[in-house]
């Protein structure tokens, strides 16, 4: 994925030409827009990405879509309509291209239906508590690491009994990406809880066993930004900065040096 | 649907034998049950009710759903593992008897996407003010109101732009199923804006007429309760008293009288 320039207020809408590929609006930073980076990467779907600046949200991005959030998908021959909401997204594509590529859900409705609840109870049990910790501007809300930590057990304990090195076999699949744009960002967490914070290796054995495969699965690796990029924007977000840019202001500056 | 009686903590789970029905864990005014005994009943399968006291919930209930929350669905030969989330069991169940049972999803996944997206914003643009104006304890909470109009309007506009009598076409589909519970429960609004609140007649005349139909379908109708039986269960909800049986032991006293 590029690290192209948010476009803004004032800006027009890009000019991509009818060359039939999927358009995703997105935000370089934004872990639900990764979701939807990681399943079209994982399928090999060709895609343009338009970055949006969410703060000064450009006046045409409206018109795409009413409420003017990021990810959306908007579809060859459908111009105008985009899809949005992250999970619905990704079910979308599951679905329109069930056909030709590489599918993501267990193909037994029952077992789909198992890792679509655990995708949901990551939301609550995981993602929510980490918001909690790395937002908290009045120390930290009490409760909030022990119930961040009680929500990975539960995945922790499933990968265990799952006995595969993925939750989707030998490959990772809609669970494992669904959840992969927050553990990519766990080490954030040390910008709340200081430098010392990390998972513990025995607690969370498979899981960081897993890390370090994701880590190296080629869909990830597209989208994939280190802890140092992924601080520099929330420290920008923190200071009210809001700058979408900072990746590629950085590659401007190296090149010019 | 029976208005049979509310397992609580002490009693023991239901002798059902080996039918090879599903089993729907459910309560009688919980509207996230309702959507699963709308489905089961649209699509004609059948199925046992067995009803959670949620105050007091059984302790064999934390085998069948570690969460012990209701709706959960227990497939046959897959017992003691079940599914819940409603909106995942509604689509589980869409899928798995996609061979021989009524669709409720349009098969164009665009469209399916769409409808989707519809009842992920139906959550918070009707289902969230409607709470916050029904458990206001503190006076109505300022904006609520518009709030909830304004989330209403999203839905007159679709059904407007659809030119069709439900959401589904010439039948009830998924949309029209997700949303039934909350517009069968609008009247309990009187409860906490007083007698004078009615949905304005001209403002959402396409969604009245809607739910006037909605109230013929055979399938709402199995499920369906008046606003006084809803506002029964309100006010002993609010009372602290919590009584989930107040239906069926209404039922009695008229038997006894």
Redesign the interface.
């Known amino acids: 994925m590029s690290s192209g320039k948010h476009l803004a207020k004032g800006s027009t809408p890009p000019a991509l030409g009818k060359d039939g590929k999927l358009r995703l609006y997105s935000m370089r930073f934004c872990p639900y827009a990764q979701r939807i980076h990681l399943i079209l990467d994982a399928k090999n779907i060709p895609y343009h990405t338009i970055f949006i600046n969410l703060t000064e949200k450009p006046e045409w991005y409206f018109e795409k879509n009413p409420l003017g959030k990021v990810p959306a998908l908007e579809?060859p021959d459908?111009e105008n309509?985009t899809?949005?909401?992250s999970l619905?997204?990704a079910?979308?594509i599951e679905?329109?291209y069930s056909d030709k590529k590489r599918k993501l859900y267990p193909a037994d409705?029952?077992q789909?239906?198992?890792d679509?609840?655990l995708i949901?109870r990551f939301n609550g049990a995981v993602i929510s508590p980490y918001y909690r910790i790395l937002f908290s501007t009045d120390g930290i809300p009490p409760g909030a690491i022990t119930e961040f930590g009680t929500g990975l057990d539960i995945f922790e304990k499933e990968l265990k009994s799952r006995g595969t090195p993925y939750f989707g076999g030998d490959k990772p699949g809609m669970l494992d990406y669904m959840i992969w744009p927050w553990c990519e960002r766990v080490d954030l967490l040390k910008f709340a809880l200081g430098d010392k914070y990390e998972l513990d290796k025995e607690r969370f054995g498979k899981l960081l066993q897993w890390r370090e495969l994701m880590e190296k699965d080629e869909a990830v690796k597209q989208s994939f930004l280190s802890t140092e990029s992924h601080t520099k924007f929330l420290q920008s977000r923190k200071s009210g900065e809001n700058n979408y840019d900072i990746l590629s202001n950085d590659a401007k500056r190296l090149r010019a040096a």
């Open positions: 579809v459908k309509i899809l949005y909401e619905v997204v079910d979308y679905e329109a409705p029952f789909k239906a198992q679509r609840i949901e």
